[in-house]
């Protein structure tokens, strides 16, 4: 499987041309060959903007993800829209299942090639060092995963790499990809090239780091959107600026690196 991980320059508040950008981005993707197509966190309206996250935010089933949602049918290619601000109260008014009918979360939404919505994952762990996210976003319950091209993928997202057990939760769920949109910035650049490694070593799955680009006021993004082999090995990476990172993901591979280095058999 084709993953195309979009590093996608954002401008903070400014929703129709970060989401115009996107699609964009999703079709040049597609015309390259990609199977599935990755966003980073809040690719819409930008992380740092917190001031219009209420004013962005949509149901699941709202019009700007339907949008992603017939690229992904158009292109026959598998979208991660992730992740958007959902209003939670909208999408319960949808018929989606929500973990409360109030307030505000960080969505991630994966359509399939024929734009079905297979997977929504709201983020779990809310960062609140130097930031308004914990004030004004729900934190998600579950981290679902599912099955594309014969490649079992969860998606967590930015903060969640710093907690190793929802990964294992992943692993145990049969996982042989994880896609992790991000809003990572300077200056932990060490931090993010390390726990995405980690969380593949320790794992012994691929993990796609997909980062944004972009400054916001006194906060920049880092970029440095990488994908890991089950080894920790460097596929593809990218520097800070808006690019396309692309790397094939092989479930046979995972199985193999785990016949041989049999450390998850290990556990206690």
Not at 14 to 29: E, M
Not at 109 to 134: A, I, M, Q
Request: net charge negative; aromatic share 8%; glycine share 8%.
């Amino acid at each position: 499987m084709r993953v195309a991980c979009v590093q996608l320059g954002v401008d903070g508040g400014a929703v129709t041309a970060n989401v115009d950008r996107a699609l964009d981005r999703v079709r040049a993707a597609a015309e390259a060959g990609a199977d599935v197509v990755v966003l980073p966190e809040l690719f819409d309206v930008g992380y740092f903007a917190f001031d219009s996250y209420a004013r962005a935010a949509e149901s699941v089933a709202g019009d700007r993800l339907s949008r992603f949602s017939a690229a992904a049918a158009d292109e026959d290619i598998h979208v991660l829209a992730g992740t958007i601000v959902e209003d939670l109260s909208a999408s319960a008014a949808d018929g989606v299942d929500v973990p409360t009918t109030d307030g505000l979360a960080n969505t991630a939404v994966l359509f399939d090639r024929t734009g079905d919505r297979r997977l929504v994952y709201r983020k779990r762990h809310l960062f609140g060092y130097g930031s308004e996210e914990t004030d004004r976003m729900v934190p998600g319950e579950s981290t679902p995963t599912v099955e594309i091209d014969g490649v079992r993928v969860g998606v967590t997202t930015c903060y969640d790499l710093r907690f190793p057990e929802q990964f294992r939760g992943l692993v145990d769920a049969g996982v042989d990809c994880a896609l992790v949109p991000s809003a990572w910035p300077y200056p932990r650049v060490e931090h993010w090239r390390t726990l995405g490694r980690a969380r593949a070593i320790e794992n012994l799955t691929y993990v796609a780091t997909v980062n944004g680009s972009g400054t916001f006021d006194e906060d920049a993004l880092c970029g440095r959107t990488t994908v890991y082999d089950p080894w920790g090995t460097t596929l593809a990476s990218a520097g800070d600026e808006p690019t396309t990172v692309t790397a094939n993901v092989d479930p046979d591979r995972v199985a193999a690196v785990r016949e041989e280095f049999p450390a998850l058999r290990d556990r206690r």
